[in-house]
């Protein structure tokens, strides 16, 4: 369980980030996190993941305090899919998923344990016929299934990702979220993703938690809360004119 | 591929280093050298010629040999290691100015001290510097890192260079300055068991180390945040990398003097051959790089009668092979 508690943040002195911030998610759980621009979403997430200077007894893994973590066992509890990947140089995508073996050795080849759940993850994302491709070769949303894949060699309960779909075209996008969704209803997982794409959060189900400038705006069921009227709000748009330009997804409820 | 291409290389590094044993101004042969040793070894009365090539091979070839490995493997791995966890293929001891200011700390120690220790731990800290400074001129302008760590390593360079100038330009015309200006232009035609013994065990060390360091520096590879949700402690990860791969650079130049070049481009050849994953890439540079250098060492010191600085030669070699592999990996892509 990662239990987030009155959890504060502010960049070098200046206005807080996060504000305030608590809320709970359970093993198995979809959450996402929808807001505007700088409204603290990727903050939330470098916090629970341990990347910034937090506040000690805020952030509970397991109901033990994120501090208590040291990074491997922390990284054996939450993998992370960014929304920019690091490879400069063309790891081949067994390559690039066998490195979420990283936290169980460090030294010498890899097991047979590790080319098991390589495999393993690269047959539940469906990407096994990449295997030998070049990471850079591959389009966008192949890219995200196999840093998804990654995570899961990974063998972490909780996967959070930071705007999986960002800068992927439409076809990319149902790729990736079809995974996921398959992903944790077969299997399972629990993901808590930030997303602009109300759409997106009510396919998912689960979840969803509004935040607005650093604070929590709503939390609920996202079949229920995410509506026109929901993200209006959110998003300080004008009321109905979403629907008077014809920008609501059919999922949304019109509430 | 890959286990077969470290296989083959480590074979042919052993070949190689049993085929240049004989190589050099005293005509012997390999049996020679083997029966030689053999009867040194069990105590039996030596011939005048087996006195004498035992004393060539134990206090000249050996040492000299020895050195060419460890000073290649040392340049070519580290360059490896750089390329990755600053994620830049283009950063090698050479130009971070690892090089230059390990040299600008031995020329301290050698001017001024005369003493291999100091002169060793001079080098280290000199080399360390020369990599600070670079960093550090590099966040100053985090717009373009890549660029921004070439440029720094350029600045870095070119301030230790004038450093160890200075320190020529005080250096004792008569012996000092001419030593000073011979050691820099990399040669192994000084190597003694004295300086191995002082710095080889440090090499080895390192060499070792950071040859099994694959798995660790492919996640560093992919930048800090990646790694440290891959289970690392980057910061502390990519300082100790930094500092050892530093280290065993620095005691390549107490060794050597400045040998440009093998660091850059070993790693590039071996990139193009089997692929970028550290976990071979990092062993596999490390063994080109010993018989690269081992086999231009003995180019060097055979083909003329006078001997030519080796970091000449290597630079002349190297040069071409870049341009290969850059254009190679150009094409690929």
Same mark, same amino acid.
């Given at each position: 369980m990662i239990?987030i508690?009155?959890?504060s943040f502010?960049y070098y002195?200046g206005?807080d980030?996060?504000a305030?911030? !608590?809320?709970?998610?359970?093993l198995?759980?979809? #959450?996402? *996190? =929808?807001?505007p621009?700088?409204c603290g979403k ?7 993941l341990g990347f =910034?200077? #937090?506040a000690?007894?805020?952030v509970? #893994? %397991?109901?033990?305090?994120?501090? %208590?973590?040291?990074r491997?066992s922390?990284?054996?509890i939450?993998?992370?899919?960014p929304q920019?990947?690091? !490879? *400069?140089f ?7 998923v066998?490195m979420?073996r ?11 344990e590790? %080319?098991?759940k390589?495999?393993?993850a690269?047959?539940?994302?469906q990407i096994t016929?990449l295997?030998?491709r !070049?990471?850079?070769? =591959? ?6 299934l ?6 899961l060699a990974q %063998?972490s309960?909780? #996967? ?7 800068g992927?075209?439409l076809s990319?996008?149902?790729? *990736?979220l079809k995974s996921m ?6 299997n399972? =997982?629990?993901?808590l993703?930030t ?6 959060a ?5 979840q969803v ?5 650093? !604070?929590?705006a709503?939390?609920g069921?996202a ?8 993200v209006?709000e ?6 109905g ?5 014809g920008?609501?997804?059919?999922c949304l409820?019109r509430? | 591929?890959?286990k077969?291409?470290i296989?083959?290389l480590s074979?042919?590094?052993l070949?190689a280093?049993?085929?240049v ?15 030689a040793?053999?009867a040194h070894?069990?105590?039996?009365t030596l ?19 020895l050195?060419a ?5 040392s ?6 290691v ?14 971070l100015?690892?090089?230059?200011g390990?040299s600008t700390g031995?020329?301290v120690?050698i ?5 291999w ?9 000199g080399?360390?510097?020369?990599v ?5 001129l590099?966040?100053l302008y985090?717009k ?5 760590l070439?440029?720094?390593g350029?600045?870095?360079t070119s301030f230790f260079t004038?450093v ?7 250096a004792?015309?008569?012996?000092q300055?001419?030593?000073l200006t ?5 040669t192994l ?5 004295n300086?191995?013994?002082w710095?080889g065990?440090f090499?080895i060390?390192?060499?070792t180390y ?5 798995r660790v520096?492919?996640a560093l590879?992919?930048?800090d945040?990646?790694a440290?949700s891959l289970?690392l ?9 930094i ?5 065993v ?5 107490v060794i050597?003097g ?7 481009v070993?790693?590039?050849v071996?990139?193009l051959?089997i692929g970028?994953n ?6 596999a540079?490390?063994?080109?790089g010993a018989?690269?250098?081992l086999l231009?060492?003995?180019?060097v ?22 341009a ?5 990996d150009?094409?690929?892509?």
């Amino acid at each position: 369980m990662i239990d987030i508690r009155s959890l504060s943040f502010a960049y070098y002195h200046g206005a807080d980030v996060l504000a305030d911030v !608590s809320f709970s998610m359970e093993l198995g759980q979809m #959450i996402s *996190v =929808l807001g505007p621009n700088g409204c603290g979403k990727t903050t939330l997430m470098k916090a629970i993941l341990g990347f =910034l200077p #937090i506040a000690r007894k805020t952030v509970f #893994i %397991n109901k033990n305090p994120l501090e %208590n973590y040291s990074r491997t066992s922390l990284a054996k509890i939450l993998a992370y899919v960014p929304q920019h990947h690091g !490879s *400069v140089f063309p790891y081949t995508v067994r390559e690039m998923v066998l490195m979420g073996r990283t936290g169980a050795r460090r030294w010498g080849g890899f097991s047979g344990e590790d %080319n098991q759940k390589a495999d393993e993850a690269l047959e539940l994302c469906q990407i096994t016929s990449l295997a030998d491709r !070049s990471f850079l070769e =591959l389009s966008g949303g192949q890219k995200q299934l196999v840093v998804i894949a990654r995570a899961l060699a990974q %063998n972490s309960p909780y #996967i959070l990702m930071d705007e999986p779909t960002s800068g992927l075209d439409l076809s990319n996008q149902v790729l *990736v979220l079809k995974s996921m969704k398959k992903l944790h209803e077969e299997n399972r =997982l629990s993901f808590l993703m930030t997303t602009h794409h109300p759409e997106q959060a009510v396919y998912l189900g689960g979840q969803v938690l509004m935040m607005k400038d650093g !604070s929590v705006a709503a939390w609920g069921a996202a079949r229920q809360l995410t509506t026109s009227k929901t993200v209006e709000e959110l998003y300080s748009l004008e009321p109905g004119l979403l629907s008077e330009m014809g920008l609501v997804p059919a999922c949304l409820g019109r509430a | 591929m890959n286990k077969r291409f470290i296989g083959f290389l480590s074979v042919s590094l052993l070949l190689a280093l049993v085929l240049v044993m004989p190589v050099g101004r005293y005509p012997v042969t390999v049996p020679e050298i083997i029966k030689a040793l053999t009867a040194h070894i069990s105590g039996q009365t030596l011939s005048a010629r087996e006195d004498q090539i035992v004393l060539l091979f134990l206090t000249v070839r050996l040492p000299r040999l020895l050195a060419a490995v460890l000073v290649g493997a040392s340049l070519s791995l580290s360059g490896a290691v750089y390329q990755s966890i600053f994620r830049n293929p283009l950063v090698s001891p050479g130009i971070l100015g690892v090089l230059a200011g390990a040299s600008t700390g031995a020329a301290v120690g050698i001017v001024i001290f005369s003493s291999w220790p100091l002169t060793q731990v001079l080098s280290l800290i000199g080399g360390l510097a020369g990599v600070g400074v670079s960093l550090s001129l590099a966040k100053l302008y985090p717009k373009s890192p890549m660029l921004a760590l070439l440029v720094g390593g350029l600045v870095s360079t070119s301030f230790f260079t004038a450093v160890t100038s200075l320190f020529k330009y005080l250096a004792d015309t008569e012996n000092q300055l001419p030593e000073l200006t011979y050691w820099l232009m990399g040669t192994l035609s000084r190597t003694s068991w004295n300086q191995l013994l002082w710095v080889g065990p440090f090499m080895i060390l390192g060499i070792t180390y950071l040859s099994a360091s694959g798995r660790v520096v492919n996640a560093l590879s992919l930048g800090d945040e990646e790694a440290m949700s891959l289970g690392l402690n980057s910061r502390h990860e990519r300082l100790k990398f930094i500092c050892l791969a530093t280290l065993v650079c620095s005691c390549s130049v107490v060794i050597t003097g400045i040998i440009n070049w093998v660091g850059l481009v070993i790693p590039h050849v071996v990139r193009l051959i089997i692929g970028p994953n550290n976990l071979t890439l990092l062993p596999a540079s490390g063994l080109l790089g010993a018989a690269f250098v081992l086999l231009t060492d003995t180019v060097v010191r055979s083909v003329w009668t006078a001997e030519f600085p080796l970091g000449i030669f290597t630079s002349i070699i190297c040069l071409p092979l870049f341009a290969f592999s850059l254009w190679r990996d150009r094409t690929r892509r």
